[in-house]
């Protein structure tokens, strides 16, 4: 009988409702190329099989990868690995994005997140169970406690959509938080796009990074002159927390003359 490895951080999705519902919502569609993390015991990889001819999964686990393989046959392509070396690029079809779907592990839910969304171009969706204070923080605005790196970013590159609730009873073994099904829409990024990618992203992690201070204090840590600020449109009396994904992008582009110097710029980025 097979058990749970707490060391990958595997709970089981046990209630076929939520399973259904998941799929329900995700509506694959023949033509689709589904790809799907963390299969498990491959209950939402049956459903899926319902409606494509053939996906691809990731597991890493020694047991289940070939177990999964024996279930499915040729339906499935089983890659055994860590999701996080799996190149998405690779996976793509030519004119075809992938759609993602999985019930990931909590304890390494922001590196898949960000995994994937380095795969914008080649992923057009992302439905995943998530511990809900996670999804909470994707999903936050402006001005609450839960908004911070993970809201801006996320609701710059997609837009993320809270699906439904998971009790923690739906599991097994329970899990010690309660579960979110978030939609990411990669189609659908925040309309105002930022002149320099990697500023945008130093900006957002260097002013969170002095949370509690203003983005005065945030940009000088930056390594922005403070002779600059005066031509800041931006309120640099404000927190971090108080600017809208809008508002970053704006500061962002008015730094750009400052790019080559910021990026080069040794700041100590927290991790969200």
Known sequence: MYRPKKS???NFLQDPNVAQKIVRLFDPQPTDSIVEIGPGKGALTALLLDHVPHLTVIEIDNELAPQLKEQFGEKVSVIHNDVLNVSWNTLAKENNKIR???NIPYNITTPILFHVVEARNVVSDFVVMMQAEVAQRITGKPRTKDYGILSVFLQYYCTPRNLFSVSKNSFFPVPSVSSTVLQLD???????????????????????GLRRKTLRNGLRHLGVPPAEFERLSVNLDQRPEELTVSDFV?????????AATLLETAVEEPNE
């Not at 990669?186 to 969170?208: E, I, S, Y």
């Not at 704006?250 to 400052?258: I, K, S, Y």
């Open 100 to 102: 993602v779907i999985g």
């Open 250 to 258: 704006t500061l962002a582009d008015e730094l750009e003359p400052l």
């Open 8 to 10: 990958l951080g595997q």
């Open 186 to 208: 990669f189609t659908a990024p925040a309309p105002q796009r930022a002149k320099n990618d990697h500023l945008f992203r130093k900006v957002v992690r260097g002013t969170f």
